[in-house]
């Protein structure tokens, strides 16, 4: 098993960044496909950006994309969402997840078997 644990959210204003992290530790010597995911009030969990098993891919949500970047450091077992020109539609519970399956639909959170408790994300007008 592999525990995750988010750090890093908070309240900005429009235009501010963020860099979230996601500190794994157990069972990291596995290979993992590895997402963020996010979830606003009254919403369903969508995938933001993710990993493939092997580190090689990275995968993002088009509202993100281009403003967003999912980088790892394998030696600290952390993943980090460095989060560029918020605006209020970013305003959610983020989670990172994983899954030890690395052939799944990275995009479905259903399929990711293991979860941090979230970092709240708070974006302003």
């Known amino acids: 098993q592999v525990q995750l644990v988010e750090s890093g959210g908070g309240l900005v204003q429009t235009g501010a960044s963020l860099r979230l992290s996601c500190a794994a530790s157990g069972r990291t010597s596995s290979r993992y496909t590895m997402g963020w995911f996010r979830q606003a009030p009254g919403k369903e969990r969508e995938f933001v950006s993710g990993f493939s098993c092997s580190g090689g891919s990275t995968y993002y949500e088009d509202s993100v994309r281009g403003r967003f970047t999912i980088s790892r450091d394998n030696a600290q077992n952390t993943m980090y969402l460095q989060m560029n020109i918020l605006t209020p539609d970013d305003t959610a519970v983020y989670y990172c997840?994983?899954?030890?399956?690395?052939?799944?639909?990275?995009?479905?959170?259903?399929?990711?078997?293991?979860w941090g408790q979230g970092t709240q994300v708070t974006v302003s007008s």
């Open positions: 997840a994983a899954s030890d399956n690395c052939w799944i639909d990275h995009r479905q959170p259903i399929l990711y078997n293991y």
